[in-house]
């Protein structure tokens, strides 16, 4: 299966390199990055501290492709909307970790993928999508006695607030318990804003150093308290998971599938 990865210069580019070149059945064809980078024209292989490869980086996503029969990007929303569009147009497969999208921009994700097989998932690690089944196992079990917050933490570069994955973990929850997560979700509280709702979720945010990612889930109750903690400590688990995903993806049809799908916990 051949490989293509956009934002090959990014800090999940290099890592994302490192695991198709150690993944059985992946070939890596393609390296894109943004016009006017500086690594246009470097080799794939140099990024990842492995050697030359023969795989040089290039801007242009469209000639590329035709040359790879999947892409992996982890970019941001509204280049992974541009990508979709010439993947759809060459009926090529997408693997996506890009995250901060819309609820819009998700339904035009869905559209793309009614042309063609795409995994989109805001956390490609096992371990996080271990959590996501946990957290839906609490919710049942614990129900509307307890209260929910999530806590995040992240490195001083991300753009997005609250992280993709803390808001899935929020989704996963209101899911269970029969809650509207837009309705529910709570990002600010600041002077007199009064006591806490029972169904609200409140969702926080660190940014500071270089933080991989970390997730906890509070499930506050009177007199007890659960966390459901995820912490991540490299790049790594990210990138195999993206290569799990390329490999499940062969043969599928079109569709918008996520790492449940993938790890088949769905
Ligand atoms: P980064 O900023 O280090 O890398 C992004 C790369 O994309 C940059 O090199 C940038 O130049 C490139 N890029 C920007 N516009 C482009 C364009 N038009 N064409 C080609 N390349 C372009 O960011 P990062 O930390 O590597 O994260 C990238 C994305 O992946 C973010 O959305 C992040 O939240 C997400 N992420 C997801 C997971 C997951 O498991 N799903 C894990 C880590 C990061």
Request: hydrophobic letters at 40%; proline letters at 3%.
């Amino acid at each position: 299966m051949k490989v293509a990865i956009v934002g090959a210069a990014g800090r999940m580019g290099g890592r994302l390199i490192q695991a198709v070149l150690d993944a059985q059945g992946l070939e890596l064809t393609g390296a894109i990055e943004r016009p006017g980078h500086p690594q246009i024209g470097t080799d794939a292989g140099l990024l990842a501290a492995v050697g030359e490869l023969g795989v040089p980086i290039t801007d242009n996503l469209a000639t590329t492709m035709a040359n790879a029969d999947v892409l992996i990007d982890f970019t941001f929303p509204d280049v992974t909307l541009k990508n979709l569009e010439i993947c759809a147009k060459q009926g090529k497969m997408i693997v996506s970790g890009s995250t901060g999208f819309t609820p819009e921009q998700k339904a035009q994700v869905g559209k793309f993928a009614e042309q063609i097989p795409v995994v989109l998932a805001p956390n490609m690690s096992v371990g996080v999508n271990a959590c996501f089944k946990l957290l839906k196992e609490a919710a049942k079990i614990l129900g509307d006695d307890f209260d929910v917050e999530i806590v995040e933490l992240h490195h001083n570069k991300k753009k997005d607030s609250p992280s993709g994955t803390a808001v899935r973990m929020g989704e996963v929850v209101s899911e269970t318990l029969g809650r509207d997560y837009n309705q529910v979700a709570n990002y600010h509280r600041e002077g007199m804003c009064g006591e806490r709702t029972k169904e609200e979720i409140g969702m926080q945010t660190v940014r500071g150093g270089d933080i991989v990612g970390e997730h906890t889930v509070y499930f506050i109750g009177m007199g007890e308290r659960i966390e459901i903690s995820h912490r991540a400590m490299s790049r790594d688990m990210f990138a195999r998971g993206a290569v799990r995903a390329c490999q499940w993806l062969q043969g599928k049809d079109a569709g918008l599938y996520d790492m449940q799908d993938v790890l088949g916990l769905s």
